[in-house]
């Protein structure tokens, strides 16, 4: 690996003496890891050991065709680098501290959604949590990784973070993962390299900055920021906390972490090297921001929003009662399209607040569309895990599954009973088809179906 000159005495600068086993470390294979998603009760059956600082983190042998496997599309785990991780240790220690109350969080930079999937597994039950990222086709890609994690209590926008300070302060947590130089990747993605320099560097840290203070005005007294990167050099790590401290409010948080996990305690935060752990560069702290003197958390008196929620009306909540699980623990209402949607009934306030001011964001889960009397299930639903034990499935095999993602013929299917079939694989709901007695029509999303080839003994 012919790593950049500069890079290169940077690192031997602040590695010293380790330098030469930091670039060994580097030449060898990086890690395969997948984070499984424990709410769909899916164990991967062969896997090397867990992730010391994330006990849903699993590493493999060698990395699969995860394309061709139907539980990786049912959202069953992510593929996630086991360094980012450790945010769910750090977010554990700040809710152990809070009683585990619901919480109100940001994932600001949030695309792909690794990192907001891990959020939706750690956070208390009933918190909101608040994924955005700015840049449209990642925006998609994340939207689609929410969808599949299947939980109810999200909100995705693509905005800029110039946009959501008008909330004010409105978070609990707020997690910047950073855009970065992206140095901690250079041995998974080799062509971070090429775009690597010292210009560069000086570019994501000041970028870095301006996220920081925009984040801090969004985020509550006493609440907690995370600021991440993939990142080793101090300029867009250290430096950027010390910023953050000396210009606002904030007070660095210390994590307690066994020293047998590997990881680096900075003066400010902490680092993942890849010669000393199992995992790729990473770095994160964690900060709280200070209540000013003299201020008090009373809430602010807010005028009735113009735009409200609509609420399903008891006909209508009747007719979706048996396609869904504790249907009591969800607020129902109806967007201007018609789609039906679910929030989590504690969070209620906060979302009618937000739905009046941006109401074309996407909220919580999308549970169907009635078409006359006619109820035509989502997509989404058949991903969640808020779907009713009761609704009728049909159990497919691997190929049979894959035939249905590729939206092609599926063979060898029985006579089937008229009307809406969740498509199982291993129990995991994948989507619906609808059977129509000598013929289905197979519901599953264009844009989600697999356009790779299947080879034949598949």
Same mark, same amino acid.
């Given at each position: ?9 940077? #690192? ?8 030469? =086993? ?35 983190? +699993? ?25 980012? #991780? ?16 619901? /919480?109100?969080?940001? =994932? ?37 990784? /929410? ?11 693509? #905005?800029?973070?110039? @946009? ?12 910047? =993962?950073?855009?970065?130089? &992206? ?9 971070? #390299? ?46 950027? +906390? ?17 020293? =047998? ?7 400010? &935060?902490? @680092? ?16 709280? !921001? +200070? ?55 504690? @969070? ?8 009046? !001011? ?13 078409? &006359? ?86």
């Amino acid at each position: 690996m012919q790593l950049p000159v500069d890079f290169k005495i940077a #690192m031997k600068s602040q590695l010293e003496g380790a330098y030469e =086993d930091f670039e060994q470390a580097l030449s060898a294979p990086s890690p395969i890891s997948i984070r499984l998603n424990v709410s769909k009760h899916f164990n991967w059956k062969e896997n090397i050991g867990g992730v010391k600082w994330n006990n849903k983190g +699993v590493y493999l042998e060698e990395r699969p065709i995860f394309t061709l496997d139907p539980a990786f599309h049912a959202g069953a785990y992510y593929v996630q680098e086991a360094s980012s #991780m450790f945010v769910a240790e750090a977010v554990r220690q700040i809710v152990a501290s809070t009683s585990n109350r619901p /919480l109100r969080v940001l =994932d600001l930079c949030a695309a792909p959604g690794g990192k907001s999937t891990l959020l939706l597994d750690e956070l208390p039950d009933n918190s909101l949590l608040w994924c955005n990222e700015v840049i449209r086709n990642r925006f998609q890609i994340l939207k689609y990784n /929410l969808i599949k994690w299947g939980k109810p209590g999200i909100i995705a926008s693509q #905005m800029d973070s110039q @946009q959501l300070r008008e909330l004010g302060p409105f978070f609990d947590i707020i997690l910047v =993962d950073a855009p970065c130089s &992206g140095e901690g990747l250079f041995r998974k993605t080799p062509e971070a #390299m090429e775009e690597w320099s010292t210009a560069n560097v000086e570019l994501c840290a000041g970028r870095q900055k301006r996220i920081l203070g925009e984040a801090f005005g969004m985020l509550k007294a006493g609440g907690y920021l995370l600021y991440s990167t993939c990142t080793y050099n101090e300029k867009e790590n250290e430096e950027n +906390v010390n910023w953050a401290v000396d210009t606002s409010k904030f007070t660095p948080i210390g994590l307690a972490l066994p020293k =047998d996990w590997g990881i680096e305690e900075k003066v400010q &935060g902490y @680092q993942f090297y890849p010669h000393r752990l199992r995992g790729e560069g990473f770095y994160l702290a964690c900060l709280q !921001k +200070v209540a000013e003197e003299g201020t008090t958390s009373s809430k602010r008196k807010t005028r009735a929003p113009k735009q409200q929620l609509q609420a399903l009306s008891k006909k209508e909540k009747e007719a979706l009662a048996p396609w869904l699980a504790s249907p009591s623990e969800l607020f129902l209402f109806k967007t201007p399209k018609g789609q039906i949607r679910a929030c989590p009934k504690a @969070q209620l306030e906060a979302i009618q607040q937000i739905y009046a !001011k941006w109401p074309f964001l996407f909220y919580g889960l999308e549970i169907g569309t009635f078409k &006359g009397k006619d109820f035509v299930p989502s997509p989404s639903l058949a991903l969640s895990t808020f779907i009713s034990p009761e609704v009728p499935t049909l159990a497919v095999n691997r190929k049979q599954a894959l035939s249905f993602l590729r939206k092609d013929p599926i063979e060898g299917l029985e006579t089937l009973p008229k009307g809406w079939l969740l498509i199982q694989y291993q129990g995991l709901g994948l989507g619906w088809i609808k059977s129509l007695g000598n013929r289905i029509n197979n519901y599953y999303p264009k844009e989600w179906r697999i356009r790779m080839s299947i080879p034949e003994e598949e």
